[in-house]
């Protein structure tokens, strides 16, 4: 059994008791498997951070869009957002990364 509490603390994992991991399960303080957890606490802490205005990109490879669009509006798990070439999609939240703020760039 293997304790796995600060990693999943950097995942956005905020409760009291140890996260313990064994033969890929989550066996403490409940039964999940354990990529499916991390996967729920990535979720959760970008679900927190998309707002109108945020920057997001795809999380994969993928043929889609590879460039960066603005969040315009979000429900439930979907965000409406506008692409550079000026079109609008509805994107899976679970789907994208937030861009991280550009050093020097003007507020």
Known sequence: MKDVTDYARKLGYKGDKPIL???GYVVSPFRQFWPSFCHDLKVQAIKAQIKPG???RYDDLS????GEAEVVSVKGNFAVVRWPEGYTSHEHIPSLEIVPEKQGAAA
Do not use: G
């Open 21 to 23: 991991v064994k033969d």
């Open 63 to 66: 043929l889609r869009s590879q």
């Open 54 to 56: 945020v920057l997001v």
